[in-house]
């Protein structure tokens, strides 16, 4: 069984779309992440959602916008999508108690 | 600032012997724990090894073991025995308790790890 799981793996659109990419976790967990990897492989928190609340928003265009419909599932979604937005985006969880965070394959998003 | 730093962009080994990751961060928390992480080129983030700060014994995992120095706040892996499947990019991560309720990693940039035959 997937732990957690993003949906999609890969999405290419064009500048100025907007899009969504959804993540699923079945492991019981309170807290979710978005984090985002860059073309370096550099990786950066985004948002954090614990109960359905948000808690964490770092320094992110207001063009992302995060929901969390409930404690197993953290949707994001991108406005007007840019050139700079491409990126593998991955999702996380984990329970309040614990510290190791548990990761999804990741969505690479391309912008064209 | 909180920062979690990786020196080697790129390390090479080869296969059957063994490799020394380091890592470095600064912080200004007693308690917090350490994490690697590998990501090979499926790009799926795999827990290796993990390290809470408040334990002096280094945490062993199989071939993986830690350096835990934590008055120098270094956190190096080594990897005994390499074997082709743990040629990947390593992330070393910091997980940040503070401010409280806001749980976070923060991470290094990474080190290539090739593997030989």
């Known amino acids: 069984d997937t732990a957690v799981s993003q949906t999609p793996k890969y999405l290419v659109t064009q500048m100025g779309n907007d899009k969504s990419i959804k993540c699923e976790q079945n492991?019981?967990?309170?807290?979710m992440y978005w984090y985002k990897q860059d073309s370096k492989k550099f990786l950066k928190i985004m948002f954090s959602?614990?109960?359905?609340?948000?808690?964490i928003n770092e320094t992110v265009p207001n063009r992302f916008s995060p929901k969390s419909p409930d404690k197993a599932h953290l949707n994001l979604h991108i406005n007007s999508l840019e050139l700079g937005d491409s990126a593998v985006y991955f999702c996380?969880?984990?329970?309040?108690?614990?510290?190791?965070?548990?990761f999804g394959p990741g969505t690479r998003l391309t912008v064209t | 600032a909180q920062t979690v730093t990786q020196s080697q962009p790129e390390m090479s080994v080869q296969e059957a012997e063994t490799v020394t990751l380091s890592c470095t961060y600064d912080t200004s928390e007693s308690d917090y724990y350490l994490f690697w992480y590998k990501q090979p080129p499926s790009r799926q983030m795999i827990l290796v090894i993990r390290?809470?700060?408040?334990?002096?014994q280094n945490a062993t995992e199989n071939r993986f073991s830690v350096n835990f120095q934590k008055a120098a706040k270094s956190f190096s892996l080594k990897i005994s025995d390499s074997q082709l499947g743990d040629a990947a990019m390593y992330f070393c991560?910091?997980?940040?308790?503070?401010?409280?309720?806001?749980?976070?990693?923060?991470f290094g940039t990474g080190t290539r790890l090739k593997v030989l035959a």
């Open positions: 991560a910091r997980g940040r308790t503070r401010p409280l309720g806001t749980y976070k990693y923060i």
């Open positions: 996380a969880s984990r329970h309040t108690s614990g510290h190791e965070q548990y």
């Open positions: 492991l019981g967990h309170d807290t």
């Open positions: 390290q809470e700060a408040y334990k002096q």
């Open positions: 959602y614990n109960n359905k609340e948000l808690i």
